[in-house]
């Protein structure tokens, strides 16, 4: 059975031959395969990093940035038709949004990892936490006697 609907077919619709008609076709198919192998080229390296000791890396920040700007850049070139424009049109929409992303990908490369210690060292590393205990201690007048002193001095001084 097969089905049928009210609407033309697609060649007919935009004035199109039957040739241009499976031409856009074949470019969507192509589109959707290239999408597909690199989601999953992504997916196959994701689940690999951890076991890998890739996690983490420059290498895989970098690759997996630039997958994910390919695959923004085929969206809008084939599916938002920048492809048919012309260029100084392609430059004035592509310009801005690349100065913003470069800026936020060095932003986010850049304090995405920011804590507040020294910013050497992860949150959960045993440096950074003794590094963090030492500052306590530091804030905290170096230890229980000092602290219980100056409470002390200022009861004192309240006249307490």
């Known amino acids: ?18 040739a241009y008609g499976k031409k856009a076709r074949r470019t ?13 080229f992504e997916l196959i390296i994701g689940f690999m990093a951890p076991s890998k000791g890739w996690s983490g890396t420059l290498g895989l920040k970098v690759l997996f ?13 084939w599916f938002m038709h920048l492809g048919h424009e012309v260029k100084f049109f392609k430059y004035v929409i592509l310009l801005p949004y690349a100065i913003f992303m470069l800026y936020t990908i060095f932003i986010i490369l850049t304090e995405g990892t920011y804590s507040g210690g020294s910013g050497r060292f992860a949150p959960t590393d045993p440096i ?5 205990k030492e500052l306590a201690k530091k804030h905290h007048g170096g230890g229980g006697h000092a602290t219980e002193e100056a409470h002390g001095a200022e009861k004192e001084h309240s006249g307490h």
């Open 1 to 18: 059975m097969e089905f049928h609907d009210d609407y033309p077919s697609y060649e007919t619709m935009y004035n199109h031959d039957e």
């Open 28 to 40: 969507l198919w192509n589109v959707f395969w290239i999408m597909l192998a690199i989601t999953v």
């Open 65 to 77: 940035i630039g997958l994910t700007i390919v695959k923004a850049a085929a969206i809008v070139w």
């Open 128 to 132: 950074f936490i003794n590094q963090q």
